[in-house]
């Protein structure tokens, strides 16, 4: 008879895959569920194990971008699916891109064939807390309604959403403060908690036109049919409802002098902090399915933001994450309910690549746990370190699931002149930073897998 497994993963996408092995690789059971072949989602197309649903490319391989550097993490950190994406991956410029049938097949390999993982195919429609193991849950952004009801038991109805409602984020760095004044609306809560970007009447008329006019994304087939909640409507949904149904939403000039005039502007666009390290700034209220190119020119209409660099676009999709913030510690368990973990884009992270790292980070941080010691998190100066910080931020009330981004690290040090350089300068600077911090992470926390 086999050994009792001594964790159960629920999910074989990417983030279970690599937790499962990461696990297995330290000589722990892992009981590995997943609902294919007998079930799929609808987004889901093949019965293989980490199956990528949408494009083949997990993005930039350039260390100068963000998710660049998160590949160097993942695979400095020993990463299974970094590696299997490397040896099949297919000519992308400077992505890494890969062939995806191939890709999927080496990840079952690899999971099928490995002594200490067992992979049990078939739906958890109630989580086996009863057997007094620790269970992961990496159930993606279309988790089934059995799981996710009871999920919603554990952690409480408001505290599980089941689809994004997304605003932009712009960096810091590029606003145009001549253009801007900080205020909260009616001087209640700190001064510097907003941006706000005025307009004047022609300005709003303009760029009410432009965003009826703009392009957007259909909705694919099983996110028809959706009612949005009042508050989280797209942007453009508003517009369309009237043309001054903006100035009494999102865009409500009310309570806010603008020092330049004494006076409300005719609409105002609000900017909320996005970390408690002021580098990035959320649109308030403007989330939207406009394609990326058009959010580019219709929000840069917006005064303050001509020249804005977009650290993450708006959308509207169908996912189910938690409010990680509040729910979750460092080591992704439920406080609640310590036995329970979560993994993957459940967590709040988006795409391919942060997934990978969340389950990596659940992989090594329960592996540790289970010999008797605790794993601190890598540092926030690294983007694997910033990624995993921005789930447990919880100085930030409404958290919204988000790609790595340079605005999830803290500012370069201002005394060596961060603020004025150039983007370029800005990057390499951020990368040095984060090599430096990666590398003595590394060497003290997992010793071998330094560069």
Same mark, same amino acid.
């Given at each position: ?30 009981? *590995? ?30 260390? @100068? ?10 695979? *400095?950190? =020993? ?74 038991? *554990? ?23 001549? $253009? ?6 009616? =001087? ?6 907003? @941006? ?45 409802? =009237?043309?001054?149904?903006? /100035? ?34 959320? *649109? ?12 580019? /020119? ?121 603020? $004025? ?31």
């Amino acid at each position: 008879m086999a050994e009792a497994a001594q964790v159960i993963v629920i999910g074989g996408g990417l983030a279970g895959c690599e937790c499962a092995w990461q696990l297995a690789e330290r000589g722990i059971r892992v009981e *590995l569920h997943e609902q294919k072949p007998q079930q799929r989602t609808a987004a889901q197309t093949t019965d293989g194990l980490a199956e990528l649903v949408c494009s083949n490319s997990l993005r930039s391989d350039n260390p @100068l971008n963000t998710i660049g550097l998160l590949h160097e993490d993942l695979r *400095l950190a =020993g990463s299974l699916l970094l590696a299997l994406a490397d040896a099949h991956r297919v000519p992308a410029g400077d992505a890494l891109a890969v062939d995806r049938d191939q890709f999927s097949a080496a990840v079952e390999c690899a999971i099928r064939e490995h002594p200490n993982i067992t992979v049990i195919s078939g739906e958890v429609t109630e989580m086996p807390l009863a057997r007094g193991v620790p269970i992961v849950v990496a159930t993606g952004p279309l988790t089934s309604d059995a799981l996710a009801r009871q999920v919603v038991a *554990l952690t409480g109805q408001e505290r599980l959403a089941f689809f994004d409602a997304i605003a932009p984020i712009v960096s810091d760095e590029s606003i145009d403060y001549d $253009k801007v004044f900080a205020a909260s609306r009616w =001087g209640k809560g700190e001064t510097d908690d907003y @941006l706000n970007c005025p307009m004047d009447k022609p300005q709003y008329l303009a760029f009410i036109d432009a965003l009826l006019t703009a392009e957007y994304l259909p909705l694919q087939d099983f996110e028809k049919g959706v009612q949005y909640f009042q508050g989280c409507q797209p942007v453009e949904v508003i517009a369309a409802s =009237g043309p001054k149904s903006l /100035r009494f939403g999102p865009m409500k000039p009310t309570g806010l002098d603008d020092p330049k005039t004494g006076r409300w502007a005719y609409a105002i666009v609000q900017l909320r902090a996005e970390n408690r390290h002021k580098t990035a700034w959320n *649109l308030v209220g403007f989330q939207t399915k406009m394609r990326q190119a058009d959010q580019r /020119r219709v929000l840069g209409l917006i005064p303050g933001l001509e020249h804005a660099e977009f650290l993450r676009y708006g959308s509207v999709h169908r996912n189910t994450f938690l409010d990680s913030p509040r729910l979750l510690d460092a080591a992704m368990r439920l406080k609640s309910c310590p036995q329970l973990r979560f993994a993957g884009q459940m967590t709040g992270v988006e795409g391919y690549v942060e997934s990978t790292a969340s389950g990596l980070w659940v992989g090594l941080a329960l592996a540790a746990e289970l010999a008797g010691r605790e794993l601190p998190l890598p540092p926030e100066t690294t983007a694997w370190g910033a990624l995993l910080h921005h789930v447990i931020d919880d100085s930030v009330p409404e958290f919204q699931p988000s790609n790595v981004h340079w605005g999830m690290m803290p500012a370069l040090d201002a005394v060596d002149g961060a603020k $004025k350089r150039n983007k370029g300068e800005r990057k390499a600077a951020h990368l040095e930073r984060a090599r430096i911090a990666r590398d003595a992470w590394l060497a003290a926390w997992l010793p071998g897998k330094t560069a």
